[in-house]
Structure formats: structure tokens, C-alpha cells
């Protein structure tokens, strides 16, 4: 369910940021911008942590049992495989903690606090990048005043906000990797091909651009084009000919097509 920025209780939080990765990064950008209150950065990297929270102003802290009690927020931002395994634990009365992975189900906070959820930044995300780009959040709580306050949360620093439960975060997740992991994949393949036949890769980014603004306004349905589309057999069979030294490329570019070829 989208919530849009239109009456959302919007207040200043005061939040303990535990990790020190991309995510823990980007998110004390938008939150400090966003008028909230980053008092303590954790993180077992204590050069990161320390530079990190710094950049925050806040303290640095080490350890889980020095973590303090007297914040509002408490933002888990570290791998997913780290969080499954229980790397950080935190003992809290109620008051807020979250994580921020999309394939991970919010109950792997239970037993923290009494309040819990998920604040699931929906963008691929570099600390480098600058300026930030617009990052869709996802939210998700134990309980309508968890969900409450990540709506205000979500809304200082996002235009786009979502309710979104476990399955269909994972589902989101699942259609992120396909959309962009596996297509950026495929932007390695093809930058490999040129740079072994001396093309500019460069050439490519003009097309990829104009695919992706075509779908802000049309479905992807109708946008597909290429000799697949067109059943023209001919260009795809000399594609596959140009393709034989190259299996691993050739055997992706079967496949895509044989696929374009059965779903028009």
C-alpha cells in the first residue's frame, strides 16, 4: 500500500545506527538532513564506526552492551546473512528497533523490544554516489504504533512510502534482482564483448537510458523491441553465428530470445 507525504506526522527522532556499511551511510545523510538525531553509531569496524559517527556527531560505540537506552529509534543496518545470524542482539524496553533488509522477515527481531519492524530502503545504493538519489522506502511494524512511526520516519526523508509486509517485500526484492542485478549483468557481458572487439561501450548508454525513461511512461510490454519481437529469425541466427566463440554470451542471448519469441 503506497502512503503518500500528505498528513504524515513528521518528528524529529533520536536514533542509534548500528553498522557502518553503503546502507548505515546513506541513511545518516537523509536523516541528519531530515532534521533527526543520530546519538550513537555501532559498528565492530571501530575506524569506520568512529569516522561514521563523526560525520554524524555522534558517539562511537563498540560494544552492544554499551549501547544506549535513551534513544528512540534503533536502526539495524547490516548484511542479511549477519542479521539471520543474530550478529547484533539488542536488549530494549520499547522502544523502536528496526532492520533494513528486504528478504529478511521482521520477527528476527523479536525478543529485542516490545516494538519492531522494517524501514527497507527500495534502491541500489553507494555511499559514493552523489547527489543521493530518490530512495522508495519500505516500512513494515509488530504493531499500528510501530507502523505509525515509521510512516512519520519514512516521510521525512522519502516522497514515496510503502506499507509492505514480509512476503511482499520479498517479492519486491525478488523483482529488484531480476530488473537490475540481472540486467547490469548483462551490461558486463556486453562491455566485455567490446572492449575485446575495440567498440566503445559508451555508445550503449543513450539506448539505455531512453528504455528506462520510455517506462516511466508506458508497461515494459509495450516498449520490447529487438529481432526477437519482430520474429526476424534471420538477425537472430546471425547474432548466434557472431556468438561462437562466446558461449556463456551466446547461450544468454538463446535464451532471451527463444523466450521473446514464445511470450509475443
Same mark, same amino acid.
Given at each position: 500500500m503506497l502512503i503518500t507525504g500528505?498528513?504524515?506526522?513528521?518528528?524529529? =527522532?533520536?536514533?542509534?545506527?548500528?553498522?557502518?556499511?553503503n546502507v548505515a551511510i546513506v541513511l545518516s545523510k537523509k536523516l541528519k538532513a531530515a532534521g533527526h538525531t543520530i546519538v550513537q553509531v555501532y559498528g565492530r569496524n571501530h575506524i569506520a564506526a568512529a569516522v561514521l559517527a563523526d560525520k554524524c556527531g555522534a558517539s562511537t560505540c563498540f560494544s552492544l552492551k554499551d549501547i544506549t537506552q535513551q534513544?528512540?529509534?534503533?536502526?539495524?543496518?547490516?548484511? %542479511?546473512?549477519?542479521?539471520?545470524?543474530?550478529?547484533?542482539?539488542?536488549?530494549?524496553?520499547?522502544?523502536?528497533?528496526?532492520?533494513?533488509?528486504?528478504?529478511?522477515? =521482521? @520477527?528476527?527481531?523479536?525478543g529485542m523490544s516490545s516494538c519492531y519492524g522494517v524501514l527497507y530502503p527500495y534502491?541500489?545504493?553507494?555511499?559514493? &554516489?552523489? *547527489? #543521493? *538519489? @530518490?530512495?522508495?522506502?519500505m516500512i513494515d511494524g509488530n504493531s499500528v504504533s510501530a507502523?505509525?512511526?515509521?510512516?512519520?520516519?519514512?516521510?521525512?526523508?522519502?516522497?514515496?512510502?510503502? #506499507?509492505? !509486509?514480509?512476503?511482499?517485500?520479498?517479492?519486491?526484492?525478488?523483482?529488484?534482482? =531480476?530488473?537490475? !542485478?540481472?540486467?547490469?549483468? #548483462?551490461?558486463v557481458?556486453? @562491455? %566485455?564483448f567490446c572492449n575485446k572487439h575495440g567498440l566503445d561501450f559508451s555508445i550503449l548508454l543513450p539506448l539505455a537510458d531512453e528504455t528506462v525513461r520510455r517506462m516511466h511512461h508506458f508497461s515494459p510490454r509495450q &516498449?520490447?523491441?529487438?529481432?526477437?519481437?519482430?520474429?526476424? !529469425?534471420?538477425?537472430?541466427?546471425?547474432? #548466434?553465428? =557472431?556468438?561462437?566463440?562466446?558461449?556463456?554470451?551466446?547461450?544468454?542471448?538463446?535464451l532471451f530470445s527463444d523466450q521473446i519469441l514464445n511470450h509475443f
Amino acid at each position: 500500500m503506497l502512503i503518500t507525504g500528505v498528513g504524515l506526522k513528521k518528528e524529529s =527522532m533520536r536514533i542509534v545506527l548500528a553498522g557502518t556499511g553503503n546502507v548505515a551511510i546513506v541513511l545518516s545523510k537523509k536523516l541528519k538532513a531530515a532534521g533527526h538525531t543520530i546519538v550513537q553509531v555501532y559498528g565492530r569496524n571501530h575506524i569506520a564506526a568512529a569516522v561514521l559517527a563523526d560525520k554524524c556527531g555522534a558517539s562511537t560505540c563498540f560494544s552492544l552492551k554499551d549501547i544506549t537506552q535513551q534513544a528512540e529509534l534503533y536502526i539495524i543496518a547490516i548484511a %542479511d546473512t549477519a542479521l539471520v545470524e543474530g550478529a547484533v542482539r539488542l536488549a530494549l524496553k520499547d522502544q523502536l528497533v528496526v532492520h533494513t533488509a528486504g528478504s529478511v522477515s =521482521m @520477527e528476527v527481531l523479536k525478543g529485542m523490544s516490545s516494538c519492531y519492524g522494517v524501514l527497507y530502503p527500495y534502491q541500489t545504493i553507494r555511499k559514493e &554516489v552523489e *547527489p #543521493l *538519489p @530518490e530512495i522508495p522506502f519500505m516500512i513494515d511494524g509488530n504493531s499500528v504504533s510501530a507502523k505509525e512511526k515509521l510512516t512519520g520516519l519514512a516521510g521525512s526523508i522519502a516522497s514515496k512510502v510503502i #506499507l509492505a !509486509n514480509d512476503e511482499q517485500r520479498m517479492q519486491y526484492h525478488l523483482c529488484a534482482v =531480476m530488473t537490475v !542485478n540481472f540486467s547490469n549483468y #548483462l551490461y558486463v557481458l556486453a @562491455e %566485455d564483448f567490446c572492449n575485446k572487439h575495440g567498440l566503445d561501450f559508451s555508445i550503449l548508454l543513450p539506448l539505455a537510458d531512453e528504455t528506462v525513461r520510455r517506462m516511466h511512461h508506458f508497461s515494459p510490454r509495450q &516498449v520490447q523491441t529487438g529481432p526477437a519481437v519482430r520474429k526476424d !529469425n534471420s538477425t537472430i541466427e546471425q547474432h #548466434l553465428e =557472431m556468438l561462437t566463440q562466446e558461449p556463456a554470451l551466446r547461450a544468454l542471448y538463446k535464451l532471451f530470445s527463444d523466450q521473446i519469441l514464445n511470450h509475443f
